[in-house]
């Protein structure tokens, strides 16, 4: 069925530097979703990607959805340490607009040093 | 609204015992997950409800889980009899019918079964 694949597992930034988290998928995606969960905490939705090349913008958070739609990317500008969480892509399984079958990345855990 | 919420929050039980864990998710919202979230799996659906009805159950892992929804604003999710391998966090979330919406967290219910 429908993977969706994220990278890196892990990544250690120092407070100030910029961060990226990858997600690709072998088949074309109808929409992407990102969410973000902190230490102990649940994932709580950031946005979502819905066309082909879109960008979208949350203060230091960048979010792109690919022109053939089976990647994504986010990318935090200079991290602070409020940052620091699991980060994780969200895709219908089907690669469909199912409602269902949310299927989740392995996340990119990242921690800021001050 | 209070969001989706889950009860107990912690969990201690013995090998062999049933484990009852329970959702309410968020009113008028007609789809329910459960998820369960371990290090070396992240974050895997188990089954989802839409109107009460079990529409996905294949990330079910065995016939030791069973789930069940008997109305719009409860449902549980059993393990009977729990292994110390069924140890994980297991998150329950709800959205609405419509395209494209967010997924709604609850806090968890971290499980550990010794």
């Known amino acids: 069925g429908q993977q969706v694949m994220q990278i890196p597992q892990y990544q250690h930034v120092q407070e100030g530097e910029d961060f990226t988290t990858y997600c690709n998928s072998s088949?074309?995606?109808?929409?992407i979703q990102w969410y973000k969960q902190r230490p102990g905490g649940h994932p709580v939705f950031l946005i979502q990607?819905?066309?082909?090349?879109e960008v979208k913008k949350q203060k230091r958070l960048t979010f792109q959805f690919g022109e053939a739609k089976k990647n994504s990317s986010l990318h935090i500008t200079a991290t602070q340490t409020t940052d620091v969480g699991t980060y994780f892509c969200?895709?219908?399984?089907?690669?469909?607009?199912?409602?269902?079958?949310?299927?989740f990345g392995q996340g990119t855990i990242l921690t800021v040093h001050p | 609204d209070a969001g989706v919420i889950q009860s107990p929050r912690h969990e201690v039980t013995e090998m062999g015992q049933e484990v009852t864990l329970r959702c309410k998710p968020i009113?008028?919202?007609?789809?329910l997950f459960w998820y369960r979230q371990t290090m070396m799996r992240g974050l895997e659906l188990l089954i989802y409800?839409?109107?009460?009805?079990?529409?996905?159950d294949s990330g079910m892992p065995e016939d030791r889980f069973s789930a069940k929804m008997p109305n719009a604003s409860f449902s549980t999710l059993k393990i009977q009899p729990s292994e110390p391998r069924d140890s994980a966090v297991y998150f329950c979330?709800?959205?609405?019918?419509?395209?494209?919406?967010?997924?709604?967290f609850g806090q968890g219910t971290r499980l550990t079964v010794v």
């Open positions: 979330a709800s959205r609405r019918t419509e395209v494209n919406t967010e997924a709604f």
């Open positions: 088949t074309t995606l109808s929409n």
């Open positions: 990607l819905v066309k082909s090349g």
């Open positions: 969200a895709a219908p399984r089907d690669g469909g607009t199912s409602y269902g079958k949310l299927t």
């Open positions: 009113s008028g919202h007609d789809y």
């Open positions: 409800f839409n109107n009460n009805v079990p529409i996905d």
